[in-house]
């Protein structure tokens, strides 16, 4: 799958069960070096140190796969300013031991469950909740966001969200389109949680899993305004053959697209005014450390560009550069089209079983 930013792990330690490969110790050092740049932990808390010191009481909201880290960092650096919290996150060994500190949701990724579903009426709860008027609001984002926070939109239902959501990511919808339908679909994404939450200051702190960093993508943008419109939306499912995955949701976005359905909030809205973003955490920070690994361990890598396109391209990309370089470094977020029923592994894995054998191919 896509780079694991914000995995929260640290780096393995020495007697971690390793495969038999050449060059062992260079890949535990590679990994390591990867996984400490990649931790939330020390990002989140210089974040929060950030923060006002005679500032109001925070409420804080985590919500991705990594919540439960990035939580964590927060509540042990700002201490009693947390007045409320809440975690919603996916199957994490520390969700249990966090849940003694504040209120833990679990659910489910890459497609949502009705835990899913439960958890995002909870989040909604939570920011309505007028106690949180005078507060700060802390958010904590990171990968798995879009997928935790499902809540169809009136007319729409879960089994809608999952058929479509699984053709899509089935078809090589790239995350933008993907989370473009996700934020017309449902009542929690493209700066709809914004507009819901009762806090006089917003405060989003992002560890990104979308290559370029935009806000209104990480997640589904779900306290950002979004640029995307219920025609956008339409033109994603005809562009990858999907109008008839869900009639629900296909007769959903026409109507929007005719004006019955209010569109999600557009740059320029005031709304924002009280809303800022900061990224603590990306995929350049993971390219970065792998080059400085291979450095210092006397290699001369080629650093590509970030590859989002088909898995098949950034294979023969690796390859041609490893023509010239003794090692590559590439970031990205590669798609497979036309995956068939299944099918294991995910879209890096095909990039580099495919590179395997082109340079097969070469030798």
């Given at each position: 799958m896509r780079p694991s930013i914000g995995c929260g792990r640290s780096a393995p330690e020495m007697n971690t069960t390793w495969p038999t490969v050449e060059n062992v110790e260079l890949v535990k050092k590679l990994t390591g070096a990867i996984l400490a740049a990649a931790d939330p932990s020390p990002?989140?808390?210089?974040?929060?140190?950030?923060?006002?010191?005679?500032?109001?009481?925070?409420?804080?909201?985590?919500?991705?796969?990594?919540?439960?880290?990035?939580?964590?960092s927060a509540l042990d650096t700002l201490g009693d300013?947390?007045?409320?919290?809440?975690?919603?996150?996916?199957?994490?060994?520390?969700?249990e031991s966090l849940s003694a500190r504040c209120e833990v949701l679990v659910g489910d990724h890459p497609l949502a469950t009705p835990r899913n579903v439960e958890g995002a009426r909870r989040v909604v709860e939570y920011l309505r909740d007028p106690s949180g008027k005078d507060h700060l609001l802390l958010i904590l984002l990171s990968g798995g966001g879009s997928a935790l926070l499902t809540l169809p939109a009136p007319g729409l239902t879960l089994e809608d969200i999952t058929r479509l959501s699984s053709a899509l990511m089935r078809r090589g919808c790239a995350i933008d389109e993907f989370n473009c339908v996700r934020k017309h679909c449902e009542l929690s994404k493209g700066g709809r949680l914004a507009a819901l939450s009762s806090a006089m200051r917003i405060k989003v702190c992002l560890l990104s899993d979308v290559i370029g960093d935009p806000l209104s993508v990480i997640a589904s943008g779900p306290f950002a305004p979004d640029p995307t419109t219920y025609d956008d939306a339409m033109n994603v499912l005809l562009?990858?053959?999907?109008?008839?995955?869900?009639?629900?949701?296909?007769?959903?976005?026409?109507?929007?697209?005719?004006?019955?359905?209010?569109?999600?909030?557009?740059?320029?809205?005031?709304?924002?005014?009280r809303v800022t973003h900061d990224v603590v955490l990306s995929n350049t920070n993971a390219v970065e450390a792998a080059v400085n690994s291979l450095r210092d361990s006397g290699y001369s890598p080629a650093t590509l560009r970030a590859h989002t396109g088909e898995a098949i391209d950034a294979a023969k990309q690796i390859a041609l550069a490893l023509g010239s370089h003794d090692s590559v470094v590439m970031g990205g977020e590669p798609i497979v089209s036309c995956i068939e029923d299944g099918s294991v592994g995910g879209p890096m894995l095909e990039a580099v079983l495919a590179a395997a054998l082109e340079l097969e191919r070469d030798l």
């Open positions: 990002a989140v808390a210089r974040f929060a140190h950030t923060l006002p010191t005679n500032s109001a009481p925070i409420s804080l909201l985590a919500v991705g796969k990594a919540a439960v880290p990035m939580a964590t300013r947390v007045v409320r919290s809440l975690v919603f996150t996916t199957e994490h060994p520390g969700a562009k990858f053959d999907a109008v008839g995955e869900s009639e629900n949701i296909t007769e959903h976005l026409r109507t929007g697209i005719d004006g019955a359905h209010k569109e999600t909030p557009k740059p320029g809205d005031p709304l924002f005014d």
